[in-house]
């Protein structure tokens, strides 16, 4: 199976980091996935949005984000005028888990030191966690997602932002509109720190999945 980066010309620190990826076997997960899921977007980007692992569409694409909730996400993105220049897209592991499980805690400690080197590539400013596994996993909280998200982090420079996972929405869209309003809290951050010019009005929250 072709893997969707080695097509494209990577500067050699993304390169070597991309085979890292690919080449790791730090946890029986690398047994099991068709090919590490590394990351979708801009390369540098002041945004950086962190999920959970990829599920099976995504372990075939070797591309995060990329099923239905992806494709929600992207939805929401685009009417918040968001598009991949400014936003780099990973997960907390690269490694499909079998039947789409949760990733383990022994899972995420494996790959975590990808991770570090994932945000020192790309180096953000702005950090969404996208679901509740990602909010435990970076932050090491075992507090709610409903409980916290919405609210500011700020850490070690970094300026974080809990929301949830657009898979969820896509069982409960009735909370559509709290992943909307936290959509527009990083909006309003990227401009307030001038990533972003202002937006002239509000747009409407899209309705459909795509």
């Excluded at 980007?45 to 591309?63: K, Q, S, T, V, Y």
Aim: glycine share 8%; hydrophobic share 40%.
């Amino acid at each position: 199976m072709t893997s969707p980066y080695v097509s494209r010309s990577l500067p050699p620190a993304w390169q070597q980091f991309v085979e890292q990826c690919q080449n790791c076997r730090q946890c029986s997960l690398g047994q099991t996935r068709k090919q590490a899921v590394v990351w979708r977007g801009a390369l540098s980007a002041p945004l950086m949005f962190i999920g959970e692992g990829p599920g099976a569409e995504e372990d075939a694409r070797g591309e995060p984000f990329v099923g239905a909730a992806g494709r929600l996400l992207d939805l929401l993105l685009t009417a918040y005028g968001l598009d991949e220049s400014v936003y780099h897209i990973g997960n907390v592991v690269k490694c499909r888990p079998p039947e789409n499980r949760v990733p383990t805690e022994d899972e995420a400690r494996a790959c975590r030191p990808l991770l570090a080197r994932q945000f020192n590539l790309v180096k953000p400013k702005v950090i969404v966690l996208l679901g509740a596994t990602a909010f435990k996993y970076f932050t090491g909280s075992s507090e709610g997602i409903s409980k916290v998200r919405g609210q500011w982090i700020e850490k070690n420079g970094y300026l974080i932002l809990p929301t949830f996972h657009p898979a969820f929405i896509l069982r409960n869209n009735r909370e559509r509109i709290r992943l909307w309003e936290d959509i527009g809290l990083v909006r309003a951050k990227l401009e307030e720190l001038d990533y972003l010019p202002k937006l002239s009005c509000q747009p409407d929250m899209p309705a459909g999945r795509r």
